[in-house]
């Protein structure tokens, strides 16, 4: 498989791409390496940590990328071996800075329906297993919603979120506008996602979208260390449990994402988000005409 090598403005929630390079953008360390604090084990039992490798674009999230980490947690998923999963990006600058905006630039609301790409969010959503999110630097626009996706996030103090989307003339697709309200209100969602600020860890902590605020250098070992004490639970009663939880707070999600989806899809039959996809890429202030 091979990817490109963007020029990244973490600011827009996206990447764009210039430059080849051949290489997995999914790593899996299965059972995990085990942190200090656990020696003197060496890896953890039941725990896999799936790394996602695009450090020169910020690891930006690709179709590519995203059908890499779907099987790569499906297999995991149905293995039987694996009880809880801890899922970061590779560097200290981001855990996923956006979509890939070169990729996204050129498609109309036909070819991303028809195209089902974003199918990978479903697969992603449907996870059995426990998914814990270790985020460092940047989790923005797609970032963000990878993040929310996950069951669990760890935080590193250098953690920024955001759903910069509104930036570059669309809106957040893969679950932003319906995951953060659900996490941190209709006000506070509603700020952020009309203006694209993104907020620091300790915000999101006190709004309630992250789990815990660790220093940056423990954020992979924090969240390996959460993920051992799940995966010393009881196997079926832990995704029994997640099940649960995730039905008490979904009753209305589905709905709601299909909603999100088919607007986000028809923003890109926009002038807007033609100028504002342009101008990220060129580099320049957008001009919005309204149409």
Sequence with gaps: MTETAPSSDPRSGTSD???????????????????AGLAPATTIEGVAL?????????????????????ETLETLDRGGRCRAVVITGSGERAFAAGADIRELAPQTAASLTSGG?????????????????????FALGGGCELAMACDMIVAAEDAQF?????????????????????????????ELILTGRSMSAREAAGAGLVTTVVPAAATVDAALELAARIASMPPIAVRAAKAAVLDAADRQLRDGLARERAA??????????????????????????GH
């Design 264 to 289: 986000f899809f028809a923003l890109f039959d926009t002038d807007d988000q033609a100028e504002g996809m342009a101008a990220f890429t060129e580099k320049r202030p957008p001009v919005w005409s």
């Design 50 to 70: 799936v790394t996602l490798d695009r450090p020169e674009a910020l690891n930006a999230l690709s179709f590519d990328l995203l059908d890499a980490l779907v």
């Design 162 to 190: 955001g759903q910069p989307e509104i930036r570059i003339g669309v809106m957040p697709g893969a679950g932003g506008t319906q995951r953060l309200t659900q996490a941190i209100g209709k006000a506070r969602a509603m």
């Design 17 to 35: 791409t210039t430059a080849t390079r051949p290489r997995p953008l999914v790593r899996t360390g299965f059972p995990a390496p085990a942190p």
């Design 117 to 137: 790409r974003f199918g990978s969010w479903d697969r992603i959503a449907a996870i059995g297993l426990p998914l814990i999110a270790a985020v460092r630097g």
